[in-house]
């Protein structure tokens, strides 16, 4: 199973669909288990394929030797002349995120796994940020979360800082979290201002003061291949 550490130097790349119809999304899910089972690529790790849950759409996120491995899959022909226009027929909007990962934190100690047989329920949102403010907040979505380990529920969290990308403009992080199920989240996330401890009013107020722009949705994993397999 794909394993996320921020030791790691490779390429992570995150592509993100939206649909506006359930029936599309099955659609794309089953495109793309198809392009996975059948990837071959030169300098592809692994790829695992997020259903939405929360909204209409899929996630992938894949794991590149390279960058240069990357653009000579984008540049090829069945990619732009299959690949693209399949997708284009089931979305209403495609965000091709590069990144490298800038912090990563399990509550288990051990490096971040993503397999379907998990049943984790994962939050990916990416948030807009001025160029100049980027590293600050990788820094406030990483490290400063510490506190994380803490409450019931929480798997884990990675953070990625965007270092190029197609349909999206400007600069950006990502927060790829893990938790137990959607009860947990839920009640992290309702938790009332003045109950929050001092550490997370701290990382939430410098989060809040960076950022440009906020989406997020919530997915469950539904496949995953690694080279080799």
Known sequence: MPKISADDKNLTVLNLFTTDAPEKQEGLLGAMREIVDS????????STVHAGVDKP????????RSRADLEDRYN????EHRTLPL??????SIRLLQNEIGYSQAKSGDKV?????????TVITVFGVEEKNQDDLVDALGPSMKFLDDVPGYVSHTVLKGIAARGLEGSFVVSYSQWENKEAFDAYQAVPQGDKPAARQDAEKR???LLTS????????VHTRAAGE
């Open 39 to 46: 990837a071959a690529y030169p300098g592809w790790m692994s």
């Open 87 to 92: 997708f284009g027929e089931l979305t209403t």
């Open 57 to 64: 759409g899929t996630a992938n996120f894949i794991q590149w």
């Open 214 to 221: 906020v989406d997020s949705n919530t997915y469950q994993v």
């Open 76 to 79: 090829a022909e069945e990619f």
């Open 113 to 121: 796994e993503i397999s379907p047989a998990r049943g984790d329920y």
């Open 207 to 209: 989060t809040g003061s």
